[in-house]
């Protein structure tokens, strides 16, 4: 989960899959009334500011158009990057009314706890009303005379939707169109933390009380064998591990399994809630202090000192036969979540090591 490492220098805003959409959507409608393709729309996003947006493709008849605007994330890392956001814009008898709906590739809601209807298509509030705004600015003479039915559509959204949460939460066949801001900020914790935010209204929604929180793939897919939750119970908060288990004693769970490597658990057990890489690394000083606990040798205790990363410690530990270490880091990775959590969800963790067998598994209620 963690983000790929970028250049220095100041990083490049984007723009999200709602403001294409909006976009889109305003092309079309113009294409409509001026009998003429656009290659650019200025879109108002939700604090009123202006974005002006490049569309890809546009074609109009006297009732219909089809507009096209590419994703640009800037230099923030997200799966729709790239792909081409379509509107079908068709004019129809339901005079003022403005309807707006998900064609292939925009994935549809099959759980509660999402803010959206079960069975509809999966355009978040805040896209919708900008889709809203942007029609009625510049529509009101064509609404005076008919409605306008708004499809969006994404070709290769339902490949891309693999590669996000949507399966897990419930929203299937497709992507979600996006967006508070209309704007994409590098590396957005904010929407790290309201994606934790929204699975974890999805457990709760769905009347479950257990999840599995990993800090990312791999150790989730270790944690699937052994625990066995619905899909929508497992959440990869990456570096975000105080974060999300506040959330979870929020919405009053009953129960969260942490799962990871050594590495993470490593910098969690040491008290450090936001894990990236970039926030220093592992504390050789903090695991000596555990070995020493478990009666390692100072030759050992060494090593662990001189060590690189916390693979290496888990290495020298295996090889030196430091019995108790990993149940150290359990212990006190499960003792740091209860504080974060305020001591209102009992917390199970687990150590895998790279091959997925359990190092440690510690419990405290």
């Known amino acids: 989960?963690?983000?790929?490492?970028?250049?220095?220098?100041?990083?490049?805003?984007?723009?999200?899959?709602?403001?294409?959409?909006?976009?889109?959507?305003?092309?079309?409608?113009?294409?409509?009334?001026?009998?003429?393709?656009?290659?650019?729309?200025?879109?108002?996003?939700?604090?009123?500011?202006?974005?002006?947006?490049?569309?890809?493709?546009?074609?109009?008849?006297?009732?219909?158009?089809?507009?096209?605007?590419?994703?640009?994330?800037?230099?923030?890392?997200?799966?729709?990057?790239?792909?081409?956001?379509?509107?079908?814009?068709?004019?129809?008898?339901?005079i003022g009314s403005i309807e707006i709906d998900g064609g292939k590739g925009v994935g549809r809601v099959t759980k509660p706890g999402l803010g959206l209807e079960i069975g509809t298509a999966a355009i978040n509030p805040t896209p919708k009303k900008m889709i809203l705004e942007n029609i009625q600015e510049v529509g009101e003479e064509v609404l005076g005379k008919n409605g306008i039915k708004i499809v969006v559509s994404v070709p290769t959204g339902e490949e891309l939707a693999k590669k996000t949460d949507n399966p897990r939460i419930g929203i299937l066949d497709g992507i979600s169109i996006l967006g508070t801001s209309g704007i994409v900020i590098p590396y957005s914790t904010a929407s790290f933390a309201a994606a934790i935010r929204q699975q974890i209204d999805v457990v709760s929604s769905m009347n479950d009380e257990e999840v599995v929180l990993t800090t990312g793939g791999r150790s989730e897919d270790f944690a699937r064998e052994i625990i066995k939750l619905p899909d929508h119970s497992f959440i990869q908060m990456g570096d975000f591990s105080g974060y999300t288990i506040q959330q979870c004693a929020k919405k009053s769970l009953k129960k969260a399994y942490v799962a990871g490597f050594i590495g993470k658990l490593a910098k969690m057990a040491a008290g450090v809630k936001q894990t990236h890489v970039k926030g220093g690394k592992v504390d050789m000083k903090f695991l000596s202090e555990l070995a020493k606990r478990c009666n390692a040798s100072s030759e050992t205790i060494r090593k662990i000192l001189g060590a690189n990363t916390a693979r290496n410690v888990q290495e020298i530990v295996i090889e030196d036969g430091v019995d108790g270490f990993f149940d150290e880091i359990t212990k006190e990775t499960c003792n740091q979540m209860r504080q974060h959590s305020e001591e209102k969800i009992p917390v199970e963790v687990i150590l895998f090591n790279f091959d997925g067998n359990i190092l440690s598994r510690y419990k405290k209620t």
């Open 1 to 94: 989960m963690d983000a790929p490492e970028k250049s220095k220098g100041k990083l490049r805003t984007g723009f999200t899959t709602g403001t294409c959409a909006t976009a889109a959507s305003k092309a079309g409608i113009l294409a409509i009334i001026n009998q003429q393709s656009l290659n650019n729309v200025d879109v108002i996003l939700p604090k009123r500011d202006k974005i002006n947006i490049q569309i890809n493709s546009c074609n109009f008849s006297k009732d219909n158009a089809q507009c096209s605007v590419i994703k640009d994330g800037g230099d923030d890392p997200d799966v729709t990057h790239g792909a081409e956001i379509f509107v079908d814009i068709s004019l129809t008898d339901k």
